[in-house]
């Protein structure tokens, strides 16, 4: 028996191709379910696409999955269940609350943390060993949008509209700090309560100052109902800016009537070049039958990268963490390298893109070498 078994592995190692796949365990915590669960489904998209990926490299993945439902105390549960079975690494949350929550968690347990998209700056300024980010922070979101509009114009005055959670509130921050390096005045900040059902008076206020700017952060719900209600009220800057999130996704490009000529940060689209981003783009619309966000994006590339980090280093927690250190990586999302810098740790540097929706597609408008697209610019008169 044992004779048998030498010569099937001799004989799998003799032929250029074939292998026995590699097997790991690898957790994914995610918002499937809650208000969060339009933007989580993305992400659970882009995981499927990279398990495929990753079986056709010889590496077989048991994925072991745990909705949070948007809420950090179930985010935390579920990243101390995960490292009770042995898990490799983890990839997730979605949520800024929910990563940063987790991310102590990942420390204690000594379990690699991957997270793919969430934005709050701290999750990756806590010195913490077996934390990494592979998207952008929150600081980017903001300079990127900020920079885009100052090529655009010359504007004098900004308002902030933001949701009170982790990623709303810091996001706003760093948007605050950098515009008042730029010379630009707040004349409006109002956090607000997501899900609201009227924004209507937050609005008139705003508008009762004349910004230049409008700068939202939002999910996809709450980023439809400001745009609506921006629409009803008259609002008119130069610019409506939409930090990431909701501001991003199909399902707000598609309410053309408020959505039009909204620019937004994004970490991915389709038409960048980066290697294989078109093609994922035309794979994920092929098996889903809608196109990807960036979420999705980021959550493939992650998956890709724990599970391969991972394999190579037979599932050992210890030397996967030093793997994810010492690696770089180059696809969908273009170079990958999880660096210290700026007061960040295991942080990767990613390539911000600013677009506008116009006709309701997603165009790349910033910066000019990824660009698809002129930016439109000012913010057209409300039909």
């Given at each position: ?100 929550a987790v991310a102590k968690l990942a420390e204690k347990y000594k379990v690699p943390l991957l997270v793919p998209v969430a934005?709050?700056?701290e999750i990756t300024r806590q010195h913490l060993k077996y934390v990494y980010r592979l998207n952008a922070p929150a600081d980017?979101?903001?300079?990127s949008l900020i920079d885009a509009a100052l090529a655009m114009g010359k504007p004098k005055t900004i308002a902030f509209i ?222």
């Amino acid at each position: 028996m044992k004779r048998g078994i030498v010569l099937v592995l001799a004989f799998c190692l003799a032929l250029p191709g074939l292998s026995l796949a590699a097997n790991v365990k690898i957790g994914f915590i995610n918002s499937i379910t809650g208000p969060e669960a339009p933007i989580g489904e993305n992400l659970s998209n882009g995981v499927t696409l990279a398990i495929e990926d990753l079986k056709k490299k010889g590496i077989n993945v048991q994925l072991l999955k745990e909705d949070d439902t948007g809420k950090p105390q179930i985010s935390m549960s579920a990243m101390e269940k995960l490292a009770g079975q042995g898990v490799a690494g983890v990839v997730g949350p979605y949520t800024s609350a929910c990563a940063n929550a987790v991310a102590k968690l990942a420390e204690k347990y000594k379990v690699p943390l991957l997270v793919p998209v969430a934005a709050k700056q701290e999750i990756t300024r806590q010195h913490l060993k077996y934390v990494y980010r592979l998207n952008a922070p929150a600081d980017q979101y903001a300079s990127s949008l900020i920079d885009a509009a100052l090529a655009m114009g010359k504007p004098k005055t900004i308002a902030f509209i933001y949701e009170n959670t982790d990623f709303g509130t810091s996001t706003t921050k760093s948007a605050k700090e950098y515009v008042a390096r730029k010379g630009i005045r707040v004349v409006a900040d109002e956090p607000y309560s997501q899900g609201a059902p009227d924004y209507r008076s937050t609005l008139t206020k705003i508008k009762a100052q004349k910004p230049d700017l409008v700068f939202m952060v939002s999910y996809v719900a709450d980023a439809i109902l400001l745009m609506r209600q921006s629409r009803e009220i008259g609002l008119q800057p130069q610019a409506f800016l939409g930090g990431g999130a909701g501001f991003t996704t199909v399902q707000f490009a598609k309410e053309k009537e408020i959505s039009n000529n909204v620019f937004s940060t994004t970490q991915w689209t389709e038409d960048v070049n980066w290697p294989g981003a078109r093609n994922f783009f035309n794979r994920y619309k092929s098996k889903f039958g809608k196109e990807p966000t960036y979420h999705a994006a980021c959550a493939y590339e992650a998956m890709l990268i724990m599970a391969e980090t991972a394999s190579k280093n037979g599932g050992d927690r210890e030397k996967t963490r030093a793997g994810l250190k010492s690696g770089s990586w180059k696809g969908i999302m273009g170079d990958v390298k999880f660096e210290d810098y700026d007061g960040f740790t295991n942080q990767n540097r990613h390539q911000m893109l600013i677009l506008q929706i116009q006709n309701g597609q997603i165009e790349t408008v910033f910066p000019t070498r990824f660009a698809s697209k002129k930016p439109i610019f000012p913010f057209p008169k409300w039909k």
